[in-house]
């Protein structure tokens, strides 16, 4: 069963940058659609980015369009989250998940078809 782990969280100045990075065992990412989502404390989950499986296609939600970059690396079974222009609004609990049918079906306040899920990294965004 894929079994996801997420890093790279941390504490950053608004303008930081931070990288996060959700690996995978168990199974290789190339064939799952991943996403990444966020829960703010007190705040519904909600959906951020997203990258297909078979062409790489990527979508944002429109918070982070512009900020944040989604790529996946196939030789290290990891996909990456590249944070720009953090702003304290971005403080969250941050998630990645993988969906088997390989298409992204997201939009902020919902998603369709994400089965596996990490235990989430936390990013705080404070002066």
């Known amino acids: 069963q894929l079994q996801l782990v997420e890093s790279g969280g941390g504490s950053v100045q608004p303008g930081g940058s931070l990288s996060l990075s959700c690996a995978a065992s168990a199974s290789s990412l190339r064939y799952y659609a991943v996403g990444w989502f966020r829960q703010a404390p007190g705040k519904e989950r909600e959906g951020v980015s997203c990258i297909n499986a078979n062409d790489d296609k990527t979508y944002y939600t429109d918070p982070v369009k512009g900020r944040f970059t989604i790529s996946r690396d196939n030789d290290r079974n990891t996909v990456t989250l590249q944070m720009n222009s953090l702003k304290p609004e971005d403080t969250a609990v941050y998630y990645c998940?993988?969906?088997?049918?390989?298409?992204?079906?997201?939009?902020?306040?919902?998603?369709?078809?994400?089965?596996?899920w990490g235990r989430g990294t936390l990013v705080t965004v404070s002066s």
């Open positions: 998940a993988a969906a088997p049918g390989g298409m992204c079906v997201m939009t902020q306040y919902y998603q369709y078809g994400m089965e596996y």
